[in-house]
């Protein structure tokens, strides 16, 4: 690619001028004491930048600083030739080292920081979202004697954020909810001079055209920096509405179980059958250690023997037989029934379906080999791991990182809440029951999928209403009808 001077570089304000391009913004501070720059922009981007000082009358050689508003590639790749012809000092917050190349910061941003160089002062805030290590910049200009505030979100895009780019780049949905934070945060500060750095947040060439004539500087307008907040918040808010549009996930919650045996091959098969597109089911080990699909802590309630006979309460849960004895016993429902399954088998007969796993953690101690597994079938993407026990879910996020992790809760507090961005879990699963259309927004803005729990014909049509983004179902197939004739 070359880049070329598709925006000629101009003072913008004071002592603030652009020598960027349209794709890539890139702004120096003429400090007096040396030269500060803003995001270099593509490799390709750094002879723009020298060029561009060169022709405002300036040398590279006096770059002292480099600020980085975050590290993707296309703020950042410029700057090692940059760096090899002014040795200037490069700043980032360190969360973002991962996405750069061939060099790594001199210095790391904290939140609250204060860079001072000559008569310039720049406050640098963690506004993570877009990336991890997103920075914005905030300082004085002064022009004809008066003094503006410049202010720069460092990482306003939103398509970074769509479950699908997520999902590729193995990043957290919780990023989601601290973009939200973050531009909540950015209101707080008052900005008359809003600095972008793509050049189409700002209007740089438009705004640039219109200075050449006009007597007033049409880049300090002290409303616009609040109407591209909204606009960026609104525009993250159609991302997560389009998918839980789309996306919704429908899943047999134990299987079809309304009408199957919970937990058994001819009931998840039927789920598949009636529509869903997601599995619910349980893990528990036996006593020789297997993972196996049952709900209760005892067989009582849903086995039968090999006679037919009721299980009684004293035979206990799975973890008192082995698998091979497990055997002896059926799930039964209705006029139906089934063997119990193992973990593993299931996931050879579903993992390649395209199907989302909702995987319910029933004891402690089974993490590791959940994750294992998870691992091996490729589903690290389209398996959520859930408990109602939260060291379960921390446990296993402890184990594996990159696997997504919901936390089933009766209640939602504001500890609730702590505690899911703590462990950066990507999911909540309230009960159907208590969502409500506040509730959820307010959940999806805090980053969470959320998918509710306890379902019958009724609440499934407020909380779908409510907007959640999935359901665990023992009738899919009428959820399915339900979803079609929306
Ligand atoms: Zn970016």
Not at 166 to 177: K, P
Not at 204 to 214: D, I
Not at 254 to 264: H, K, Q
Request: aromatic letters at 12%.
């Amino acid at each position: 690619m070359t880049i070329t001077h598709d925006i000629p570089p101009f003072r913008m304000a004071g002592n603030l001028y652009f020598v960027g391009t349209y794709a890539a913004s890139s702004h120096m501070l003429d400090t007096g004491d040396g030269l500060i720059l803003i995001d270099i922009g593509y490799a390709e981007s750094a002879d723009v930048v020298i060029d561009s000082l060169s022709i405002l009358g300036y040398d590279v050689a006096d770059v002292k600083y480099i600020l980085l508003s975050h590290g993707h590639y296309d703020h950042s790749d410029g700057v090692p030739a940059i760096v090899a012809r002014s040795g200037a000092k490069v700043f980032m917050f360190e969360a973002d080292n991962k996405y750069l190349k061939g060099f790594t910061p001199d210095v790391y941003l904290h939140d609250g920081d204060v860079i001072r160089l000559g008569n310039t002062e720049i406050l640098c805030l963690a506004t993570p979202g877009h990336t991890e290590g997103t920075a914005s910049f905030f300082f004085n200009i002064t022009e004809n004697g008066r003094t503006y505030r410049a202010g720069m979100f460092g990482g306003a895009g939103t398509k970074q954020l769509t479950k699908a780019y997520l999902d590729r780049h193995g990043l957290s949905y919780n990023l989601r909810g601290q973009f939200f934070r973050s531009v909540e945060r950015l209101r707080g500060e008052h900005v008359d001079l809003f600095v972008g750095n793509h050049s189409w947040q700002n209007h740089t060439r438009e705004n640039y055209e219109k200075s050449l004539t006009s007597a007033e500087n049409p880049f300090i307008d002290p409303t616009r920096w609040g109407e591209f907040l909204d606009s960026v918040e609104r525009k993250l808010e159609a991302v997560i509405a389009e998918e839980t549009r789309t996306e919704f996930v429908n899943y047999a919650h134990r299987g079809a179980s309304e009408y199957l045996p919970e937990n058994t091959l001819l009931s998840f098969y039927t789920g598949v059958y009636m529509g869903a597109n997601g599995i619910e089911t349980d893990v528990r080990r036996t006593k020789d250690g297997t993972l196996v699909l049952f709900h209760d802590k005892t067989l009582e309630r849903v086995c039968i023997d090999a006679d037919g006979t009721p299980v009684p309460p004293e035979a206990g849960g799975v973890e008192a037989y082995t698998y091979d004895e497990l055997q002896q016993f059926s799930i039964k429902k209705g006029a139906y029934t089934d063997k119990i399954v193992r973990f593993e088998d299931f996931l050879r007969l579903f993992a390649f379906r395209g199907l989302t796993f909702a995987i319910e953690l029933k004891g402690a101690g089974v993490e590791e080999e959940t994750a294992d597994l998870i691992r091996k079938y490729g589903l690290q993407k389209k398996a959520v791991v859930t408990s109602f026990k939260y060291d379960y879910i921390k446990a296993i996020k402890a184990y594996a990182p990159e696997l997504r992790v919901g936390w089933l809760v009766k209640e939602v507090t504001d500890e609730t809440i702590a505690a899911l961005h703590a462990i950066a879990a990507d999911e909540i699963c309230p009960q159907a029951s208590t969502v409500t259309p506040e509730l959820v927004h307010a959940w999806h803005r805090e980053g969470f999928r959320v998918r509710a729990w306890g379902l019958d014909r009724e609440n499934m049509k407020t909380a779908i209403a409510a907007g959640v983004d999935g359901m665990t179902v023992n009738f899919p197939d009428v959820l399915r009808d339900y979803l079609v004739r929306l």
